[in-house]
């Protein structure tokens, strides 16, 4: 709890593991603080924005959205537009949605939820331990993340933070099952979490002093998790912060510099994880198809309506890293080239190289 709280840039006592992978997180997060009936704001700006409200449509959820065209983010006031307008119970939102590489800017947001009496809830799944994930600064409520990402650790373990305001608001849904019930069990008085196994209210009483016996803990990954958070930790979050500002910066050079266009706004690109458009006439899948048997390197597809139009290339966690970036970069300059996509031999690298010397 002590190593996550620093990972999330928080003192939220109520900071842990929930186990299961990144989605078993935002299942917990949604279910325990959305009540059935109660109303829920979702920016939806990409596919995970989209699995927010699928998830809180089976949960019985009077949805609201603020749409955006995917590529883009939503903006304090139009955030602050659609609270006053639906006035939900809870808003939520993605960091950074890796389906378009683009990363909701959060400052603020927890001030403007705050002001209109609205908890708020951000999934980081695929920012924590790459980007700032400031749930103070932010002023959030909960936010989740994986392991599998930036914090370079097996997938199987969601961390989570609550913030005081947030546990209330969920211990006021308690509900101790009745095998574990004792004298001293008393129930919340608003609606029981519609989920025994992601009921945050048990999971927060195991992981406190009381250690109530809600599941069996997955104690491979419970190591796991931690020597995950370790190791971002020994690293420094600033310093890891910047290698993937620096292998977001070389990749970015480096497409650009052969003529390929990068996909997003500059301004709000996600550092871990880069969009490019497929040249036109330039087959995306024989293109991966042929990365992954000449150079055991795997780039990206895309969903919706960004499928078939770009690839995404990660570099988050340990591929954040000069030479994975370059060599990536150099392999997808000669599949191209296979592919009779012309390109001027090594300008990715050597462009990619020219931001690093900068630094």
């Not at 699928?54 to 983010?73: F, K, N, S, Y």
Request: glycine share 12%.
């Amino acid at each position: 709890m002590a190593l996550y709280r620093r990972v999330f840039m928080t003192d939220n006592r109520w900071t842990f593991l929930i186990d299961g992978t990144a989605r078993a997180g935002i299942e917990a997060a949604l279910v325990s603080l959305v009540e059935p009936g109660a109303r829920l704001l979702v920016v939806r700006a990409g596919r995970f924005g989209l699995l927010l409200s699928e998830i809180a449509q089976r949960i019985g959820a009077d949805i609201r959205t603020l749409d955006i065209p995917w590529g883009e983010v939503a903006t304090p006031a139009q955030i602050e537009a659609a609270i006053v307008a639906h006035q939900p119970q809870v808003f939520a939102c993605i960091h950074g949605d890796t389906s378009t590489t683009m990363a909701q800017p959060l400052d603020g947001v927890g001030e403007i939820c705050r002001r209109h009496g609205v908890l708020s809830y951000v999934d980081a799944t695929a920012t924590l331990g790459g980007m700032a994930v400031a749930t103070d600064g932010w002023g959030v409520d909960v936010v989740t993340g994986g392991l599998q990402k930036c914090m370079g650790g097996p997938p199987g373990s969601s961390p989570i933070t609550i913030s005081d305001r947030a546990a209330a608001h969920i211990m006021a849904r308690r509900h101790v099952e009745a095998g574990i019930r004792d004298d001293d069990a008393e129930d919340g008085g608003r609606a029981r979490i519609g989920s025994n196994y992601f009921d945050l209210a048990m999971i927060m009483e195991y992981w406190s002093d009381r250690r109530l016996n809600h599941h069996t803990e997955a104690t491979s990954m419970l190591y796991g998790a931690r020597e995950a958070a370790r190791i971002v930790l020994e690293e420094g979050l600033e310093a890891r912060f910047a290698r993937h500002r620096a292998a977001s910066r070389a990749m970015v050079a480096g497409l650009r510099a052969t003529g390929l266009v990068v996909y997003g706004q500059d301004a709000c690109r996600m550092t871990n994880v880069t969009g490019v458009h497929i040249p036109d006439g330039v087959d995306g899948e024989r293109v991966r198809a042929r990365m992954r048997a000449d150079f055991e390197i795997e780039i990206g597809t895309a969903f919706g309506p960004l499928a078939g139009r770009i690839w995404r290339i990660g570099a988050m966690g340990y591929n954040a890293m000069k030479h994975k970036v370059l060599l990536t970069l150099g392999a997808l300059e000669a599949v191209l080239r296979q592919e009779g996509h012309p390109l001027a031999s090594g300008a990715a690298v050597d462009a990619a190289r020219a931001t690093y010397e900068d630094l």
